[in-house]
């Protein structure tokens, strides 16, 4: 149904679609046309698109301002600067208002097309419908990394975590509340839902290419966003750190006794040499800087949260 027919009285429930973006100039518009699509197959909901732009260099804003202007269910949220890919997709979730937000990315790996699906669990009674990936088109080797580190995230969690499970999909109501009364400044997502303990439904499926505009991530923010898994939902490492340092100390202890012993047996036979001096110098100095690193990591998130910036600062809204 168009905007123009939409009068405040429409008792029809609301769906939000909640997309984050950064240079996408190539993606944005198909992909408000294809939800506006997806809609037409679903007339017992109004629905509105929330689109948050991380300061756009390539003409995205222009975009967005057009899109706006020309349909009313698209509300425009433009930061004043990059807050980056953690705070500023969150700030959109918690500006929705519909009975239900499905979060998705701009760059048309997500697939629109799938929010009948969603809506259709929620329906049924799930407080959260996730999207998992079974697979990934084209080069498969982050995939595969992604993969492992799911796992490794889902042994060290306190709570049951999602493997290949990105935001992509719909939360209710209720869940998005819960996210607001966090007030988290800096939160890893994927791990609240976790943490929730609601009812969730998955959907698979196979993420298609990119086909326009380059990837935004880097090695930087795949592993910001890897080290926020760790940190907020498990002290496993902490724990780690201490049992390995009483485990090195108690071998140190032992290795020690037994070259003193040899060498009083066999004192002119046996030159101790400075070669287990040098490999045990540098292998205890590594074992201390990878675990000073960890605690190095935990200190930065207790940082994070006791500074307790906004999320965004927004520079302006449209629609809203």
Same mark, same amino acid.
């Given at each position: 149904m168009s905007a123009e027919f939409e009068t405040p009285s429409d008792a029809r429930p609301l769906?939000?679609?909640?997309?984050?973006? $950064?240079?996408?100039?190539?993606?944005?518009?198909e992909l408000v046309e294809r939800v506006e699509s997806v809609f037409t197959s679903l007339p017992q909901y109004r629905h509105e698109i929330v689109i948050i732009d991380n300061a756009s260099t390539?003409?995205?804003?222009?975009?967005?301002?057009?899109?706006?202007?020309?349909?009313?269910h698209v509300k425009v949220i433009l930061n004043a600067r990059n807050?980056?890919?953690?705070?500023?997709? $969150?700030?959109?979730?918690l500006q929705a208002d519909g009975a239900a937000v499905i979060c998705m990315a701009s760059d048309l790996q997500d697939p629109p097309e799938m929010i009948p699906q969603f809506v259709a669990a929620w329906e049924g009674g799930a407080k959260a419908v996730l999207a998992i990936k079974d697979s990934t088109e084209g080069v498969g080797i982050f995939f595969v990394l992604r993969k492992l580190y799911y796992r490794i995230v889902e042994h060290l969690a306190d709570a049951r975590t999602f493997q290949n499970f990105t935001g992509f999909g719909l939360y209710d109501r209720q869940v998005v509340d819960y996210c607001r009364s966090l007030q988290d400044p800096y939160p890893y997502f994927r791990g609240i839902i976790a943490e929730t303990g609601l009812p969730t439904a998955e959907v698979h499926y196979q993420q298609p290419a990119r086909k326009r505009g380059i990837t935004k991530n880097n090695f930087y923010t795949l592993y910001d966003l890897a080290m926020l898994g760790i940190t907020s939902h498990s002290k496993i490492p902490l724990r780690l750190a201490t049992m390995s340092g009483f485990l090195v100390s108690l071998v140190s202890l032992v290795v020690g006794g037994v070259y003193l012993v040899y060498k009083l047996l066999f004192w002119q036979q046996f030159p101790v040499g400075t070669a287990p001096l040098v490999i045990g110098l540098f292998f205890f100095a590594s074992v201390?800087?990878?675990?000073?690193?960890?605690?190095g990591e935990y200190i930065g998130s207790i940082h994070t949260q006791v500074l307790k910036?906004?999320?965004?600062?927004?520079k302006e809204r449209i629609n809203f």
């Open positions: 769906l939000s679609v909640v997309t984050g973006c $950064f240079n996408e100039a190539e993606s944005i518009g390539d003409g995205t804003q222009d975009i967005l301002r057009r899109l706006a202007g020309s349909n009313r807050f980056g890919h953690i705070r500023s997709p $969150f700030h959109g979730l201390q800087l990878f675990f000073i690193g960890i605690l910036r906004p999320l965004v600062v927004e």
